[in-house]
T-cell receptor
């Protein structure tokens, strides 16, 4: 079973609109972390936002916010006021601690295209 | 500036040859990781290392080998036993438990010719 599921292979949005990228996760560990990364066409991975499993508030970083619904095991990324430079692949990832070491497991990603 | 350097950016390999991908970091991070990325597959963990001279297999370690002789360096060897090595390889490092996740290199694109 997949640990991270991103159901939207591609999303299309107009500039200045808000967009939500979906992510659901599966874990039995009470302590975990959720991350979102952006990958432009150049290939580098850019960290966007983090949410810990015990955090009471939804994480926010500038135009990025994470809609964390723990009971539903959902961690959707919301980008407000989309910009042309937001066009990229977006990956949701979860940190767990197998054998005491932490690793990140990634979803398959969502391609976001922002049009003028 | 601190960061992770992967080299080369592009690499071509003949079938049956071993090839080594370089990964160097000057962030003083203890942990380092290798991921493979294929189209539509996201990132899959190959190997990771939390301390020098110690490393663990990830989800797809078969056909790969690593070493961690120095804190700064975590080279990945793609051996001839890897049946489908053509992919984009990403190296990353982290402070274990950090809320900032991983810092990634810019990647190496390996093509078998």
């Amino acid at each position: 079973a997949q640990k991270i599921t991103q159901t939207q292979p591609g999303m299309f949005v107009q500039e200045k609109e808000a967009v939500t990228l979906d992510c659901t996760y599966d874990t039995s560990d009470p302590s975990y972390g959720l991350f979102w990364y952006k990958q432009p066409s150049s290939g580098e991975m850019i960290f966007l936002i983090y949410q810990g499993s015990y955090d009471q508030q939804n994480a926010t970083e500038g135009r990025y916010s994470l809609n964390f619904q723990k009971a539903r095991k959902s961690a959707n990324l919301v980008i407000s006021a989309s910009q042309l430079g937001d066009s990229a692949m977006y990956f949701c990832a979860m940190r767990e601690f197998p054998s005491g070491y932490s690793t990140l497991t990634f979803g398959k990603g969502t391609m976001l295209l922002v049009s003028p | 500036d601190g960061g992770i350097t992967q080299s080369p950016k592009y690499l071509f390999r003949k079938e049956g040859q071993n090839v080594t991908l370089s990964c160097e970091q000057n962030l003083n991070h203890d942990a380092m990781y290798w991921y493979r990325q294929d189209p539509g597959q996201g990132l899959r963990l190959i190997y990771y290392s939390q301390i020098v001279n110690d490393f663990q297999k990830g989800d797809i370690a078969e056909g790969y080998s690593v070493s961690r002789e120095k804190k700064e360096s975590f080279p990945l060897t793609v051996t001839s036993a890897q049946k489908n090595p053509t992919a984009f390889y990403l190296c990353a490092s982290s402070i274990p438990g950090s809320n900032y996740g991983y810092t990634f290199g810019s990647g190496t694109r390996l093509t078998v010719v």
